[in-house]
């Protein structure tokens, strides 16, 4: 089957993310993600993994490389490895200072 987003990162990019592994210094989440990536890179100097190869061996489901595969398209590397803003809805308060 022919994937649908298929990433190819730059030596640059490739380069900042082997860094960030090799530092550590990032949350489990962007560590996660960046390993991604990297097995999902199929740029002319790597073999290519399938997203099952690479949920696998890195223990996530097939899914989410899908969708880091997806974001990394729509977003580059820094969208693929940060949260989404959550948008806290405007509430309306149950209770105001008289009924309290």
Do not use: C
């Amino acid at each position: 089957m022919q994937k649908l987003y298929v990433v190819r990162l730059s030596n640059e990019e490739r380069a900042e993310l082997e860094a960030m592994l090799k530092g550590g210094k990032s949350s489990a989440l962007k560590l996660t993600r960046a390993r991604i990536l990297l097995k999902a890179d199929q740029g002319n100097h790597v073999s290519t993994w399938t997203d099952a190869e690479i949920a696998e061996a890195v223990g996530v489901s097939i899914k989410t490389v899908f969708n880091i595969r997806r974001k990394w398209m729509e977003e580059g590397v820094a969208g693929a490895l940060d949260r989404k803003k959550q948008e806290a809805p405007s509430r309306q308060l149950k209770l105001d200072g008289q009924a309290e």
